[in-house]
């Protein structure tokens, strides 16, 4: 059974730091690109990072450039996304999505989705 488990999530000061994990199991990720994707309530879904597993770029959208960082661990057959300087505007649900070849800002491109992980800034 292909599966992403997302981890990592909780309640957070502004100003602090999270670590996600997106954990594969049944497949292995690094034959994918792996997508970070936030849906706040009434807001529509957002794709804020993703890592390519076709040309090793990293993309980042502009309300998370220079906060976040996503990297790979293959050996652990997961995806990370380290998220510093967090905001309340950042509150959401996170997920990450797996899809063959190429990145993609848009989620319907995505094959396989995690449950996703709440994050929460507040005071």
């Known amino acids: 059974q292909l599966q992403l488990v997302e981890s990592g999530g909780g309640l957070v000061r502004p100003g602090g730091s999270l670590r996600l994990s997106c954990a594969a199991s049944?497949?292995?990720?690094?034959?994918?690109?792996i997508g970070w994707f936030r849906q706040a309530p009434g807001k529509e879904r957002e794709g804020i990072s993703c890592i390519s597993n076709t040309n090793g770029r990293l993309y980042y959208a502009d309300s998370v450039k220079g906060r976040v960082t996503i990297s790979r661990d293959n050996a652990k057959n997961t995806v990370y996304l380290q998220m510093n300087s967090l905001k309340p505007g950042d509150t959401a649900v996170y997920y990450c999505a797996a899809k063959r070849r190429y990145c993609s800002g848009s989620g319907q491109y995505y094959d396989y989705w995690g449950q996703g992980t709440q994050v929460t800034v507040s005071s």
């Open positions: 049944g497949f292995t990720l690094d034959y994918y690109s």
